[in-house]
């Protein structure tokens, strides 16, 4: 039965073309970025960063650079949207439509159709980073071929690795991307099983995340820092680190799994106690 | 079928249902009736356990639905009015995801409620290009698919047109004769309620003014039509003897109890007055409706 309301499910969101914006909106920026890091003075500028502190700039322009140098602004900007959007959705806007009155005539009890939506919902944050770091290696290696890879973050990561280190840090950094898109889609699932529009639910959700982001970013609160749900977000950073700090990735895995716990329980309860009329 | 005992509801200081009691029995055709915001779709929410009743019982099928909807909802079937889909999605794939939420049902068992209803052919294509009346069949379609005992209708001719007002009434006769399901009706159509119904329960402001047989509902009062040389004179002097209660519209009266048509015929004879006609008028259900509002209204101020 699960499997089958699973499926139900993925057919409605699969169904919307509203669903394939995110994947569309990522195709069509990485292939923008990737050819304009070809064309313009955006190669030379990072081959004297690497050059400047010792490294064979040919070695690290690689296609696996370019495709972390698009994920990194990607997974801080339009991820958290779109992830949101979906998770925004997935209930308020079948109290909107009215749908939600012809399930709840069946048998099913609340708690468990949220949580097929909610594994709907993880369904399409992990398909999207998996988009976004497909079409991010494919564009990459199309344009600049295989070689290195080398990842910088102003003020907070500097690190190399060969081609094959290279893609193990770049398929793990996007599995625990997955937890981020995850995380804030609880965030809009959880406000859409409140009383208000889909809009709401994912404005919302998207407050919240930039709040946090903000909070994080002003320099006094640093010491603060491991409050912050962005903070933990960025827990697929960490496996660019050089080794990766994995008690740190612990750490912010595990205050992440409670967010979403928490994120779920205050969900399934004011949607539990909601009159669902017309 | 359906036991709700002194259900209550209310949202925040708004009382939508004052101690609601209903008994549907196996196999009827249950009419409920009242006007907009009479409390029939809060009754009929809190049934299918998608409203909190603030008190009382409610048990569908045998079982409590606010504890155990899974087996109370097992054989229900309901629809709405304005029934809403996935208007991207074709019928056929509506159908499969709304069953998915009660059990598996078999792509024949599908066909087969497709076919029922009139959508072979149109089963693939998107909701969206629907009629009104196919979106109809498909809100029918659905819950017909888990073979249920007990269907709930909310309404379901609005928006409707004639034509399909008396398929949808034929079909819902259908489901009782030939299936055996219990029906239970929300409507604001009382010919059609007057037509297919066995039973009603009319509410007001959330409290239920009348429950019982349709058939009742028509002898209510016993009316008699009379034209006679002098109305008022006839009816003054029936009164004085006690053998009616009233006049009723300016040419009927109201029978007093135990007093049948032969015993004011006589009198109207006895005191000279010629009688041209005499016809019992059979009150319907819409001049019985408008009789409880009115007492309704009249009660609550």
Redesign the interface.
């Known amino acids: 039965m699960l499997y089958l309301q699973l499926r139900g499910e993925l057919w409605k969101l699969f169904g919307k073309k509203r669903t394939y914006i995110g994947f569309t909106i990522i195709l069509l920026t990485q292939l923008i970025v990737t050819v304009w890091f070809k064309y313009s003075r955006a190669s030379p500028t990072m081959a004297r960063i690497l050059e400047g502190n010792g490294y064979l700039a040919e070695q690290f322009l690689s296609g696996l650079t370019v495709a972390t140098v698009m994920l990194v602004p990607i997974a801080y900007v339009l991820l958290p949207l779109y992830v949101a959007l979906i998770g925004g959705d997935l209930v308020a806007k079948e109290v909107e439509d009215g749908t939600l009155r012809m399930i709840l005539s069946r048998p099913i009890s609340r708690v468990r159709l949220l949580l097929v939506k909610w594994l709907a919902g993880s369904v399409f944050a992990v398909l999207l980073v998996a988009a976004l770091a497909g079409f991010g290696a494919v564009f990459g290696h199309l344009f600049f071929g295989i070689g290195g890879l080398f990842v910088f973050i102003p003020g907070e990561l500097f690190s190399v690795f060969s081609a094959s280190e290279g893609w193990q840090h770049y398929a793990v950094s996007n599995t625990f991307l997955t937890v981020k898109a995850i995380s804030i889609m609880s965030a809009a699932f959880m406000f859409s099983c409140f009383n208000v529009k889909p809009a709401a639910a994912t404005i919302l959700a998207l407050s919240f995340f930039f709040v946090n982001a903000v909070l994080q970013e002003i320099p006094y609160f640093r010491e603060y820092q491991h409050f912050f749900f962005t903070h933990h977000l960025n827990l697929w950073q960490l496996m660019f680190g050089q080794p990766i700090p994995w008690w740190k990735v612990g750490q912010s895995l595990s205050v992440l799994v409670g967010f979403n716990v928490s994120f779920l329980v205050i969900g399934c309860a004011v949607f539990h106690a909601r009159d669902i009329k017309s | 079928m359906i036991d709700l005992s002194n259900v209550t509801k209310r ?1 925040g200081p708004r009382l939508a249902l004052d101690a609601f009691s209903l008994s549907v029995p196996e196999r009827s055709i249950y009419g409920l009736l009242g006007h907009n915001g009479a409390g029939k ?2 009754a009929i ?1 809190i049934l ?5 009743p603030t008190a009382g019982d409610v048990r569908v099928c045998g079982f409590d639905v606010t504890c155990d ?6 054989q ?3 629809i ?7 208007d ?2 074709s019928g056929r ?1 509506n159908l ?3 069953a ?5 049902v078999s792509p024949k068992r599908i066909a087969e409620v497709i076919e029922w209803v009139g959508l072979t052919g149109r089963e693939n294509s998107a909701v969206k290009t629907y009629s009104h009346g196919m979106r109809a069949r498909l809100a029918l379609a ?1 819950a017909m698919l ?1 073979n249920p005992k007990l269907l ?1 209708l909310d309404e379901p001719g609005d928006g409707l047109d004639p034509e399909g007002i008396h398929e949808m009434r034929a079909t819902v006769v259908r489901f009782n004769r030939e299936l055996g399901l219990t029906i239970l009706f929300s409507s604001h159509l009382l010919t059609e309620v007057e037509q297919i119904c066995t039973d009603i329960a009319v509410l007001h402001s959330g409290r239920k003014v009348f429950n019982g047989r349709v058939a009742d509902t028509k002898n209510s009062r016993r009316l008699v039509r009379l034209r006679v040389g002098n109305f008022d004179s006839a009816s003054k002097d029936l009164r004085e003897k006690g053998l009616i209660t009233g006049v009723v519209n300016g040419d009927s009266v109201e029978l007093a109890d135990k007093v049948d048509t032969p015993e004011v015929v006589k009198r109207l004879v006895e005191i000279g007055l010629p009688v041209f006609e005499v016809t019992p008028v059979r009150q319907t259900l819409e001049e019985f409706y408008l009789e409880l509002m009115n007492a309704g209204r009249a009660a609550k101020n």
Do not use: C, D
Not at chain 2, 80 to 86: G, Q
Not at chain 2, 100 to 104: D, F, P, S, V
């Open positions: 949202f779709s809060t929410g299918l356990g998608q409203v909190w909807r899974r087996h109370a909802l097992a229900v079937g309901a709405f009015e304005a029934p809403a889909f996935y991207y999605l794939r499969e995801i709304l998915g939420y009660t059990a598996a659905q888990p709930i």
